[in-house]
């Protein structure tokens, strides 16, 4: 246990933990499935570094250490909820049923957005730190005045913790008791700003404040991750207003592909955090208190790589849009600028102008 | 025609009403809305009869006030924010630029970002610092929004509900300096559309456009020139963003002369564009270079000293008299 106030079902050796408040109510197979999910999103991930090294994609943010708290949340999500993420959000777009090559779009800089955020009932993703956080709330206020049963869910980290919005989305919230939680990854590491840097108080404490329970989980215990925001979600759709959920986790990785840590942090850090593997400890459950066969896992392993590769496939087949297609949806309606810039660039022969 | 006498401010409110009878999804979110009717009273009756759920008093953050009417649109509803000065929009130009400006097209088209920005802007009510200014060449630029602004209270009554009606995001700049003068309202046919310029004073001699508090102004000035024998055409710019180019190019090609007004500095403004889109267009038809009546580029002053800022009718007449001489 990092300390007692959090929330832990699984501990890093992957026994089960009493904890009073919190009862794990997932099956074996359900417990598989976050397994296999865990897997894929972690093999995805690794691959978009590979392709960023290669040439592939001018970014990636990888997600290594952050898999339970994604999976965590992302299943226990209803089928009407709706979510906003950040950049870093793949585990959640995993469990909305996104297909991966769309979170690549932006990574292949193809696209700002990736997917249709009505049909998945996840928002496209927010770059700016924190804007999320009360885009989420106004959606919120809509489920509310609709009088609709869903729950709405914002992403953010500890960096974007201090940006005014996220604090003002705190207030909103508040105020109009909206069916929102606010998920808050604690990675330790906002590039190169260590989590203390941005709070002198553990960051869910700061929820008291605004008027709302906030609770640590153990973001690399899916299974404490799960429960946790079921229930969060769960009193937002009754009516019991917001949460702010901590989930206390780990960057294994850099930032993004751009970043170099070996600058600001220690091995030994990185060592500690290594004993605490999402992953692993779920394996170790499942191996030793459901038997489960080393058979089953090599499977999902295997199909883990061959989801990579297909990613790979898709990725590098996406080919750079027509030039012609900035044009479109810059508004809804017709505007003489819009007309003006298609019409230059069809007669410099830019694009053939098929849209 | 039925029409009624109304100032722009009580034109501006029963716009609102009208868009709250019509449309359940319309929403109204401010500081001091509700109880109150903003500072100007522009919303005044409007929380009694629609309830606290469609005006909705907001806490004092401009940023969740835009960013909440952003989530509110991608939910389906269409808000209308009033910002309650020109100076107090700066906490929310982020969620302006980043999110209502771009939504939609991230979304590819799915995501519908109507929703509707009120900006109380421009001087002239003595007002202490950041009560005064003109913010709209920030939003003008963005590409993503639309700008307007209204001059009278005829417009302001079809301005604010076309915009509510429009499926992009719109800065709607309402002159506070004419919220207390009347106006005939005609309330069964809109003069116009939202994105068109009004020719408000037909002349031959120089065309002088405006919007928001300086289109008075420019009239006044036409009085005193018709006087001295030149004739001025009065152009109301009505849409800032987009421009309508094809009202302006029309009469400068009949003038050919051209002078811009507004109460901004002029270097990257909605004039200097106008200026610029004018002798691409017009270049074999002017008499004389476009010329701009600005606010000078500093802090907008102590207003003590506004009257010395703002165009006046002596600063038109001259730019006119600078205009004719060439």
């Given at each position: ?86 950049y870093r ?35 496209v ?11 989420a ?25 201090s ?6 989305s ?52 899916v299974?404490?991750?799960y ?5 969060a ?28 840590p ?9 060592e ?84 | ?29 401010g ?51 009033e ?29 519908n ?9 421009q ?34 009554y079809w ?36 994105f ?19 289109v ?6 036409a ?11 009065v ?49 074999y ?8 009546v600005?606010g ?31």
């Amino acid at each position: 246990m990092i300390d007692d106030e959090l929330v832990q079902l699984l501990s890093p050796e992957g026994q089960r933990v009493d904890q009073g408040d919190y009862q794990s109510t997932l099956s074996g197979d359900e417990i598989f499935g976050l397994y296999r999910d865990m897997v894929i999103i972690r093999r995805i991930c690794n691959e978009g570094t590979s392709l960023q090294r290669q040439g592939q994609l001018a970014l990636w943010a990888p997600i290594q250490g952050q898999e339970a708290a994604q999976i965590g949340a992302g299943r226990a999500l209803g089928p009407t909820d709706f979510t906003f993420p950040t950049y870093r959000e793949h585990g959640i777009a995993w469990c909305r049923g996104i297909p991966p090559v769309d979170w690549f779009r932006l990574f292949r800089a193809v696209s700002n957005g990736g997917w249709d955020p009505q049909h998945y009932r996840h928002s496209v993703p927010t770059v700016v730190l924190g804007n999320q956080a009360l885009n989420a709330v106004g959606y919120a206020m809509g489920v509310q005045r609709d009088g609709a049963d869903e729950a709405v869910v914002a992403f953010f980290g500890d960096g974007a913790s201090s940006q005014g919005d996220v604090l003002e989305s705190f207030v909103w919230a508040a105020s109009f008791n909206c069916p929102v939680v606010f998920f808050l990854q604690n990675n330790q590491w906002a590039i190169s700003e260590p989590s203390s840097l941005q709070a002198k108080i553990p960051l869910y404490h700061r929820a008291e404040g605004f008027g709302f329970p906030g609770v640590r989980v153990d973001g690399n215990d899916v299974l404490a991750v799960y429960e946790v925001t079921k229930r969060a979600l769960e009193n937002a759709r009754a009516g019991a207003g917001p949460t702010l959920i901590e989930a206390f986790t780990y960057r294994m990785g850099a930032h993004t592909t751009s970043d170099d840590p070996t600058r600001y942090r220690v091995d030994a850090e990185v060592e500690v955090w290594k004993h605490r593997d999402p992953v692993e400890r779920v394996k170790s459950l499942l191996v030793h208190e459901y038997k489960v066969k080393k058979t089953a896992l090599n499977d999902v392993t295997a199909e883990a790589e061959a989801m990579a590769l297909q990613v790979r496939e898709d990725v590098l087949a996406m080919d750079r849009p027509d030039p012609i297609t900035m044009f479109d949806h810059a508004y809804a309606a017709a505007h003489p600028l819009i007309d003006e810039g298609r019409r230059e660039m069809i007669e410099m022969g830019i694009s053939g102008g098929s849209h | 025609m039925a029409t009624t006498t109304m100032t722009m401010a009580k034109a501006l409110n029963e716009g609102l009403r009208r868009s709250l009878e019509k449309n359940k999804k319309v929403l109204l979110m401010g500081e001091d809305i509700g109880k109150l009717g903003g500072v100007f009273r522009i919303t005044d009756g409007l929380q009694k009869d629609f309830g606290e759920d469609r005006v909705i008093d907001a806490p004092l953050a401009e940023s969740a006030i835009v960013g909440t009417a952003v989530g509110l649109a991608i939910r389906g509803y269409r808000t209308i924010v009033e910002i309650q000065f020109d100076g107090f929009v700066y906490p929310a130009f982020d969620q302006i630029v980043s999110q209502v400006a771009k939504l939609h097209k991230r979304s590819d088209g799915v995501y519908n970002m109507g929703l509707v920005i009120r900006l109380p802007f421009q001087g002239g009510i003595g007002a202490i610092e950041h009560h005064s200014e003109s913010p709209e060449p920030y939003f003008a630029q963005t590409a993503g929004l639309r700008v307007v602004s209204c001059s009278n209270a005829n417009d302001a009554y079809w301005m604010i509900q076309q915009s509510i009606e429009h499926d992009d995001p719109i800065i709607f700049c309402e002159p506070m300096s004419r919220y207390w003068e009347k106006g005939e309202v005609d309330l069964e046919n809109p003069a116009q559309g939202l994105f068109e310029a009004a020719v408000r004073r037909e002349g031959r001699d120089v065309t002088v456009v405006g919007y928001g508090a300086s289109v008075k102004t420019i009239l006044r000035a036409a009085e005193t020139a018709e006087t001295e024998g030149v004739s001025i055409e009065v152009i109301d710019v009505r849409s800032l963003a987009p421009l309508d180019l094809d009202t302006i190019v029309r009469s400068v090609e009949k003038t050919g002369r051209l002078v811009a007004v507004q109460e901004s500095p002029h270097s990257a403004s909605v004039g200097s564009d106008i200026v610029s889109q004018v002798s691409e267009r017009c270049f074999y038809s002017l008499q004389a270079p476009g010329l701009q009546v600005s606010g000078y580029h500093v802090p907008y002053p102590p207003t003590r000293l506004e009257d010395d800022y703002r165009p006046t009718v002596d600063r038109i007449l001259d730019a006119v008299d600078r205009s004719m001489g060439f």
